[in-house]
């Protein structure tokens, strides 16, 4: 009797492992089993993948701190060299940029994304991709106005809808709290300055909408023109900057990769032209890294936001 028990409970064992072997291989079956995914691009390019990537190699740091935001992290096999190990992993590859060809090929990526800026400047290495016949997708830096669909494609290509929607709804919840933190305060004018030609962001760039959030109104004007290094800044010049007398605050970015040199605090605080500044007068002039106020990634807009507010409310020592 005592055998039989025994014989018993290893079938059993038997039966258990049998059972989840076989539903491991059905969930698997199932996931390569899902739809083709088909959409397009900011090229204008239709991209169709057989199914939803599950290796994605991506050569824009925002892209692949969205796909980490939308829970993506897993389907991420290589980023630029660029990428900030405080959002993605340090395990996944760094690649050079413009990556090598084969380098692509030896990964088995199923995916390439390709920021829409960084591809126009880098016509070479598009060519070469698109002979290789590895699947890619182009994505412009998206604005606030059009995040929702944004990261809806998101979900769609890496086969994570539901968590997409989930991130766009914690997205606006963080909006939400730091609009009713700022609520409580004064509305700061304040003036982003991008080097030293005094260039800045333009109206719809996430920076301004940062600091909207954040409780400051942004000095912008319309009309201005997009700087010759960069299509992410427009020109102000410092005539037409140091005229701007009512700003409260002034935020200078650093890192910015420009051709022209970052502005310190000291080259503004210092700078006669703009003594008659309200911001200079009181010494509330702050540096904030550039990728902190204008890289539009949901993994750091938190800490972006909460920097922000605390810099338009700081009162200098």
Known sequence: MEKCGKKSAVMEKIRQLLLAFLLIFFMNQSAYASPKVLFLDDFGRIVE?????V???????AHAENLVAVRAVKQIIGVGDTADPKWIPKNVERLSRPPIIEKLKELKTDLVIVGALWASENSAFMSALSESELPFAVFATPEFSSFEEYLRRFGRL?????????AFSVMMKSLQ??????EKTDDPKVLIIAGADYATCPKDSWASRIVEASGGVPLLKDGL???????????YGQDEV??????DVILTLTGTGRSVKDLSRDDILNNPRMWRMEAVKKGRVWEIDAATLM?????????SLKECWTLIQRVPK
């Open 49 to 53: 993948l057989p199914r939803p990537a």
């Open 55 to 61: 290796r994605i190699v991506s050569l824009s740091d």
């Open 158 to 166: 890496t086969g994570r809808t539901r968590d997409s929607e989930h």
């Open 177 to 182: 709290k730091t609009g009713v933190r700022s």
């Open 225 to 235: 023109l997009r700087t010759a290094d960069s299509p992410l800044f427009v020109s």
């Open 242 to 247: 140091s005229a701007i007398r009512d700003a």
């Open 295 to 303: 890289l539009p990634s949901l993994v750091r807009l938190e800490a």
